[in-house]
């Protein structure tokens, strides 16, 4: 199992009005967790069976904590506890999800460590009762789970992926619904064409992660979705990521 180092980053946001970007930009960190091939050769089929997730969330949970990049304190729950639904879990050839939802299948709101936020009905001493605690299940990614797709303030935000596998981005373009004027690649700038290749560097473990950042996400990629495909050991995976300011609701 591969892992990916970690720098903070928030999936809570209290941006909600245009231009409210600018007062508070982010950096999106997006981990990418390879399960490696050998470890689905068990499995009778191919794709993201039921079998599969089954394995490969079973075999996240037992993986510890994601080491911290350099310059970054604290200690982060387990891999399984960590990974947060825009993050990238490769299974096989595709892209999975670790999602966390409610006793009726709804997304649950995060804090800023990745943990779900506590009802109002319960605090830190009088904790929801077990039947009412939020469940973290993996999922294949799809773009209907509105969880699972990056969210990001355009003349703001900037991306960034982090693995311990090599991967370069092949391609990006617009998916979905085409907004006039939207570039077909949101990363793509006057220097900056894809492939945009990852680049090594040294987590604060002393472990090696490759990573690639963004610039700046352009205002002309407001409520355009997007698809970026990465190659990683040879195979391409492609989740997505729309844009706006304020990004639309999920």
């Not at 950096?27 to 191919?46: D, F, G, Y």
């Amino acid at each position: 199992m591969t892992v990916s180092a970690t720098t903070p980053d928030s999936q809570t946001d209290d941006r909600h009005l245009p231009g409210d970007g600018k007062r508070s930009p982010r950096n999106h960190i997006v981990r990418i967790v390879v399960v490696p091939k050998k470890e689905l050769a068990t499995l009778q089929h191919h794709g993201l069976t039921d079998q599969a997730l089954t394995l490969a969330e079973a075999l996240l949970k037992d993986l510890p904590a994601p080491p911290l990049a350099t310059g970054t304190a604290g200690s982060p729950p387990g891999m399984f506890e960590a990974l947060r639904p825009t993050d990238i879990v490769v299974v096989g050839s595709e892209p999975a999800s670790v999602r966390v939802l409610d006793k009726k299948g709804q997304p649950v709101p995060l804090d800023d460590s990745g943990q779900p936020v506590l009802p109002a009905s319960g605090s830190a001493s009088t904790p929801p009762l077990r039947s009412d605690s939020p469940t973290r299940r993996l999922f294949a990614h799809d773009d209907g789970h509105k969880d699972t797709v990056l969210r990001v303030w355009t003349e703001s935000d900037t991306v960034e992926y982090q693995s311990d596998t090599p991967f370069e981005i092949v391609k990006v373009e617009r998916t979905g619904w085409r907004i006039f004027g939207a570039p077909d690649d949101l990363f793509e700038g006057k220097d900056k064409r894809a492939p945009y290749k990852a680049v090594e560097m040294r987590a604060g473990s002393g472990k090696t992660l490759w990573t690639w950042k963004s610039e700046v996400v352009p205002a002309s990629a407001n409520n355009q979705q997007y698809k970026a495909t990465f190659r990683i050991d040879g195979e391409d995976i492609d989740p997505d990521v729309v844009c706006g300011d304020p990004p639309p609701s999920p």
